[in-house]
């Protein structure tokens, strides 16, 4: 394992902490074994009674910071001091299989510029739960169904270098508006659907988690970017519409709007439909 003063490293983890972590040891034993250079950087908020892994000193860096009050607060902060080409972010409450972390560095390497994850995970995001919802429409407004419910919203998630200077460190506390950004830079995105799906630890011991009206009012904001870029109409034409005429005093001024040009089949209108009718009757009674 290469120093944590290597200058660019291959990878950079970003892990916001609540507590201790439970799993964290497991976590970073598995990083050890992913890449010869790495570092992870540990987010938490200022506790004196945090004692850092302090057998993985060399390549492991805690960063105290009592700005933050989510979990997507604490990645943006952590995506700031990250240095290495990629940089993949995880989460104290659940403990990521080697396999899966091989998947979204190698999708990485491959010239993906995000990766987010696909499949909803065990027990809080069901396939017809609220937010798995949530995240498919916003795929669909972007014209990405293809992802289906890939969010980065939740974790794990990965950004090049190129993707982080795109959507500035910042953007990630709000994940649903740093991902409308991605697609519309024409970022390259890609989805990894974990499987099995990941084992999620429950609890309410963790104060960093948002709440469900939480992560709908940061898809509200998406929206709304994505609406500000694009027209109130998501980019669609206006067809032969003149809404400039619904400004126009008076009531008369509608029969334009919604004038249809006559079908010369038929006669041209009603009126050309009553003049056939009429002129018939006129050649039956000579």
Not at 107 to 120: C, E, F, I, P, S
Not at 232 to 252: A, C, E, I, Q, W
Request: proline share 7%; with cysteine.
């Amino acid at each position: 394992m290469d120093s944590f003063s290597t200058e660019r490293p291959e990878l950079s983890v970003v892990i916001p902490l609540s507590g201790d972590g439970k799993g964290l040891l497991l976590m970073l034993d598995h990083l050890n074994h992913l890449t010869q250079s790495v570092e992870v950087i540990l987010i938490c908020p200022p506790m004196p009674r945090f004692s850092g892994p302090q057998t993985h000193a060399p390549w492991v860096r805690i960063v105290s910071d009592e700005r933050f009050h989510t979990y997507d607060e604490g990645r943006a902060i952590g995506a700031c001091h990250a240095k290495g080409e990629s940089v993949l972010f995880l989460d104290e409450r659940v403990v990521i299989p080697p396999l899966l972390l091989k998947a979204y560095m190698t999708a990485l390497k491959n010239g993906a510029d995000v990766v987010v994850t696909m499949a909803g995970t065990s027990g809080a995001n069901r396939r017809n739960g609220v937010l798995p919802n949530a995240y498919r429409l916003l795929n669909h407004l972007l014209g990405r169904a293809d992802l289906g419910a890939g969010t980065m919203s939740r974790v794990p998630y990965g950004c090049s270098r190129k993707a982080l200077g795109v959507l500035g460190c910042e953007s990630l506390a709000t994940p649903p508006a740093a991902f409308v950004k991605a697609v519309l830079e024409k970022l390259v995105v890609v989805g990894v659907e974990p499987k099995p799906a990941l084992q999620w630890e429950k609890g309410a011991a963790y104060p960093l988690k948002k709440g469900k009206h939480r992560i709908l009012r940061d898809h509200a904001v998406a929206i709304q970017l994505l609406l500000q870029r694009l027209g109130k109409r998501g980019g669609s034409p206006d067809g032969d519409r003149y809404r400039s005429l619904l400004h126009v005093p008076g009531t008369l001024h509608l029969r334009s709007v919604y004038y249809q040009p006559p079908r010369e089949d038929r006669g041209g209108s009603r009126d050309g439909k009553r003049k056939k009718k009429s002129a018939k009757g006129r050649r039956k009674k000579t």
